[in-house]
């Protein structure tokens, strides 16, 4: 059975940090895409960013560039989600993804229909 659990989540303070984790079993994902994902409280799930399987390419939407680091263990079946410089609009439940549907592409890794696992989700909330 194929799960992805995420952790690091939690209450901090405007312009603090965090860094996520989540580490996949039952199954590498080492030649996979993989990519993180949020939904805030009345929210659709947004895409945030992915990486592909060897993490030379990453790409982010534009609201986190600069900010947050997506980065892999394939080791470790592990992909991790650096935030910095977090604000009170980045509180939501974050969702790791992985296995995409096709090509590298952003019409592919930015639709959350396009990946084919998916985890619990973490909550991220941030207080101003």
């Known amino acids: 059975q194929v799960q992805l659990v995420e952790s690091g989540g939690g209450l901090v303070q405007a312009g603090g940090s965090l860094r996520l984790s989540c580490a996949a079993s039952g199954r590498t994902f080492s030649r996979d895409a993989m990519g993180w994902f949020r939904q805030a409280p009345g929210k659709e799930r947004d895409f945030v960013t992915a990486?592909?399987?060897?993490?030379?390419?990453?790409y982010y939407r534009d609201s986190v560039k600069g900010r947050f680091t997506i980065s892999r263990d394939n080791a470790k079946n592990t992909v991790y989600l650096q935030m910095n410089s977090l604000k009170p609009e980045d509180t939501a439940v974050y969702y790791c993804a992985a296995d995409l549907q096709g090509p590298f592409i952003m019409s592919k890794y930015y639709s959350g229909s396009s990946w084919n696992y998916w985890g619990q989700g973490t909550q991220v909330t941030v207080s101003s």
């Open positions: 990486i592909n399987w060897s993490g030379a390419y990453t």
